[in-house]
């Protein structure tokens, strides 16, 4: 199922569902007109109002909050539930009111009780979903609550099918009227269980949230609840859920503008580390046009979410060239500025000259752990050719393998030593080794992006599939090379999306 339909498909969702709740909203004025006011006391009256006022300002709240999905973020499906569910709840309180008292729509008010008491555990249900998302909170106990609760879920609706047999919550006469059972209170008893589950989790992860928006959470709980406990003593009116609803709009004004500053902020770092990662990397060719003997050529795909790989490669003077592939921890602007910082000391130390890749490694590892208080770390692989002969001197710290094309031979992974990540501890040793290129060989460098690039069904390109699409066409040119690559990750992952940056660099020696 490709990315298109599924956003189509929710597209579609999205209309229909506004469409159905206009609709409602439209057959529950008709209703109470063809019922007559007159006809009915002024209580029931009274209910009717606030059932319709409730759902006009749920239609309004659902039509804005989907407007406005990218603020609400991975808050907004458990939200739209909760808005759904008191939307439903409004309107079939709205149509007991005007059943009861009738005979001949006896079942319809048997029927709309029933979902109106199933809605009530629901909603308490996806209140305290709603609530862990928000708070950020994903602990192993709340997993464990979170299971009891959909059993206990379950129980609680099964017990509304109970009830059309037991009359132990609610009962309807044979002259169509309303009336509460001897256990109408326990109808309450999940939604004060996931209620008070739910209190303490926002108590003991209030450091997750500002003041503000903890007040508008247990808000949500106190009000509905004191509702719900003011109508167990007062029969005749039904305002729960037009509290919840008048709620809902009050927690989805002021939460949803602190998500949206929020985002913004997120939205503008993200845009600060795209910038800092994309000027920090050479991306202007040919590379050096006045040397004729050797050609490369780089690019980076970035994936949404920023990351940290870069490549880089400078002339440390005229016969030697270093070549660095790197792929740091992390993502956003902490990963972003490590990778300036990272590449800063690779490229200053590697220009010092009289330095090979390993003891060059060795040094930036060691000024790296003396201030990484954030523990992050960077793979590299680190090479210097040198122009006149082709021998290539290289050292990896924990980076992936390159791949090769030497003589007659299409690219093969070359399967160097690996020393550990950079910034990873002080004081380890890195190992040179040595690749001797000739006229036509090549050197393919890359980020893990390539090989664990994923399918809609989770499978990754891999190496073997990376080494057929170098060797689609192994002597063509730098560039050429990584459109075959590029290509060839597109073929395989088709619509789904891409997580990681995709980060290549090849070089092609021609001889002195």
Known sequence: MNKGFIERRQRGLVIGTSFIYLGL????????????????????????????????????????????????GANHRNFLYLLNIAFVALFVDLVAWLVDGLPNMRIVNIIDNTIYYA??????????????????????LGKIIGTIMQYFLIVALISRVVNLFTGMFFTVDEAG?????????????????????????????????????????????????????????????????????????????????????????????????TAIQENSIPHIYPAFPERNEFDLYGRMDPAKEVGGDFYDYFLIDDDHLALVMADVSGK????????MASKIMIGNLSKIGKMDPAEILEKVNNQICEGNSQEMFVTV?????EISTGKLTAANAGHEYPAV????????????????????????????????????????????????????????????????????????????????????????????????????????????
């Not at 555990?121 to 909170?137: C, H």
């Not at 956003?332 to 990778?339: K, R």
Request: with cysteine.
């Open 381 to 385: 692989w680190l090479g210097i050719l």
């Open 332 to 339: 956003g602007v902490p990963a972003a500025l490590f990778m």
């Open 177 to 273: 009227v309303y009336s509460r059972g001897p256990l109408y209170p326990a109808s309450m008893l999940y939604a004060y269980f996931t209620t008070t589950a739910t209190i303490i989790l926002i108590i003991r992860h209030r450091k997750n949230l500002a003041t503000y928006q903890v007040v508008i959470l247990i808000l949500y709980m106190i009000l509905p609840t004191a509702a719900g406990v003011f109508t167990t003593k007062v029969y005749g009116l039904s305002i729960s859920y037009a509290v919840v609803m008048a709620i809902l709009l009050f927690m989805y004004c002021v939460l949803n503008i602190s998500q949206g500053r929020e985002k913004a902020v997120v939205d503008k770092e993200l845009s600060m580390a």
């Open 119 to 140: 809605c009530m555990p629901v909603a308490a249900y996806f209140f305290w979903l709603y609530v862990k998302n928000v708070m950020r909170v994903e602990t192993k």
């Open 25 to 72: 909203i439209i057959l529950s004025i008709y209703l109470v007109w063809i019922r007559k006011l007159a006809n009915l006391h002024d209580t029931y009256i009274i209910n009717l109002g606030v059932d319709i006022f409730g759902m006009i300002v749920g239609y309004l709240l659902f039509t804005s909050s989907v407007i406005d999905i990218q603020k609400t």
């Open 405 to 512: 094309k030497l003589g007659d031979k299409g690219f093969e992974l070359y399967k160097d030593k690996h020393g550990l990540v950079v910034g990873g501890m002080s004081g380890i040793k890195y190992t040179d080794y040595e690749v001797y290129l000739k006229p036509g060989d090549a050197i393919f460098l890359y980020t893990d992006g390539v090989p664990e690039a994923t399918d809609a069904s989770e499978k990754l390109f891999g190496t073997e599939r990376m080494i057929e699409a170098l060797n689609k066409d192994p002597n063509a040119s730098p560039e050429e090379v990584l459109e075959n690559v590029r290509a060839g990750v597109d073929a395989f992952v088709k619509n789904a999306e891409q997580f990681d940056d995709l980060t290549m660099l090849c070089l092609k020696y021609r001889g002195a």
